[in-house]
Nanobody
Framework: VQLQASGGGLVQAGGSLRLSCAVF????????MGWFRQTPGKEREFVAS????????DYARSVKGRFTISKENDKNIMMLQMNSLEPEDTAVYYC???????????????????WGQGTQVTVSS
């Protein structure tokens, strides 16, 4: 299974971006998926996760109310809608998935087994 993230770019503060994560070589319709982000010199941090069914979501405190994670199992795609972007949101964003079928949601990087290549998001002030 391979994940491919896309949709990053340069946006002004207050703007919006929509990230997508496409799944190739299999299906992750029964897997927890999530988004993480990383800036130079810092650890990769949790942004959001979504249960295998798409019914349950979890967010980092810093993005709650501004970001929305969603999943379309029939299309093998996961999205992250990012609104009211702030310069502090600037980072490389990675999509990820747990290998466990019907597993529990998690905000721990070590619980995720599949990773996309990352997409750069830059928010200018």
């Amino acid at each position: 299974v391979q994940l491919q993230a896309s949709g990053g770019g340069l946006v002004q503060a207050g703007g919006s971006l929509r990230l997508s994560c496409a799944v190739f070589g299999g299906t992750l319709s029964r897997n927890v998926m999530g988004w993480f982000r990383q800036t130079p010199g810092k650890e990769r941090e949790f942004v959001a996760s979504i249960s295998w069914s798409g019914r349950t979501t979890d967010y980092a405190r810093s993005v709650k109310g501004r970001f929305t994670i969603s999943k379309e199992n029939d299309k093998n795609i996961m999205m992250l809608q990012m609104n009211s972007l702030e310069p502090e949101d600037t980072a490389v964003y990675y999509c990820a998935a747990r290998a466990t079928i019907y597993g529990s949601s998690s905000n721990r990087r070590s619980d995720y087994d599949y990773w996309g290549q990352g997409t750069q998001v830059t928010v200018s002030s």
